[in-house]
């Protein structure tokens, strides 16, 4: 079992920036992947990163590529979302989630076998 647990979600203005965390515990193992998924009132659960528990590869979906960055520490069992230049279109629940093997195809949510309970993330115009 892997437990997620993010943080760093709250309200910025439009062209600010957030950086969320997701801290896992458990059995974790190195061909892991951890994504980001966001959910917006009335929508579906839309990917957003993914990457590697290496840290050695990444995918993003196209609208946040050039304004996000995900990241892994290794040390501290915690991957990172960064994100610049927020529309007001980011607005949303994000979510953490991990998977047993990287791929970067693997962007829908039933592909994932982990969860953390999510973190708000508003932008205001």
């Known amino acids: 079992q892997v437990q997620m647990v993010e943080s760093g979600g709250g309200l910025v203005q439009a062209g600010g920036s957030l950086r969320l965390s997701c801290a896992a515990s458990?059995?974790?193992?190195?061909?892991?992947?951890m994504a980001w998924f966001r959910q917006a009132p009335g929508k579906e659960r839309q990917f957003v990163a993914v990457?590697?528990?290496?840290?050695?590869?990444?995918y993003y979906e196209d609208s946040v590529k050039g304004r996000f960055t995900i990241s892994s520490d290794n040390a501290k069992n915690t991957v990172y979302l960064q994100m610049n230049s927020l529309k007001p279109e980011d607005t949303a629940v994000y979510y953490c989630?991990?998977?047993?093997?990287?791929?970067?195809?693997?962007?829908?949510?039933?592909?994932?076998?982990?969860w953390g309970q999510g973190t708000q993330v508003t932008v205001s115009s």
């Open positions: 990457i590697s528990w290496s840290g050695n590869r990444s």
């Open positions: 458990g059995r974790i193992f190195s061909s892991y992947a």
């Open positions: 989630a991990a998977r047993t093997f990287y791929r970067s195809s693997a962007t829908r949510p039933q592909e994932y076998d982990y």
